[in-house]
């Protein structure tokens, strides 16, 4: 079986656009920036012997305030730069997919014969700790000062995604 880590992205992967201190994804392609220490980050990881997955909700599409078209190429674009296997997204907030549901995550380890005991869920929101719980990974919490509650204890919190690789290989098995 082969251990994941899941990655959100937006406030993960990627900067997000702050209002009132909520946060939302980019618009474009052009306004899309990469946190720089992402690509050291998911190096550690791949190395490691990680699967990399994100796993992310982008309900704008199904609300017809975004383009399908603007997220798939920016999804091209993550996936060239970055060393990722693959990419989920779920564009129906009633979907079993939308985290906090673990509908990508339980579908991802079907695939690609994902121990999800032994597999890590990344994110900056309740609902990927609420995904990451429901599918019985260990959930890392990247605070970003929203002004947003969890709802779910993380099992550890970090600052950023270079934090959180150094905490997943510190519990690997020595
Ligand atoms: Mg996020």
Known sequence: MNKAVFLDRDGVINDTIIINNKSYPPNSLHELVIFKEVYPALELLKKAGFILIIVT???DVGRKTQDLN???AIHS???DLLPLDDIYACYDEYSSDYKP???MLIRAASKYQIDLSQSYMVGDRWRDVGAGKAAKCCTIFIERNYSEQLREIPDHTCFNLLEAASFIL???NP
Do not use: D, L, T
């Open 170 to 172: 510190s519990q690997r």
């Open 70 to 72: 603007v997220v798939e």
């Open 101 to 103: 549901k673990p509908g």
């Open 77 to 79: 674009y993550i996936r």
């Open 57 to 59: 909700n982008q309900p």
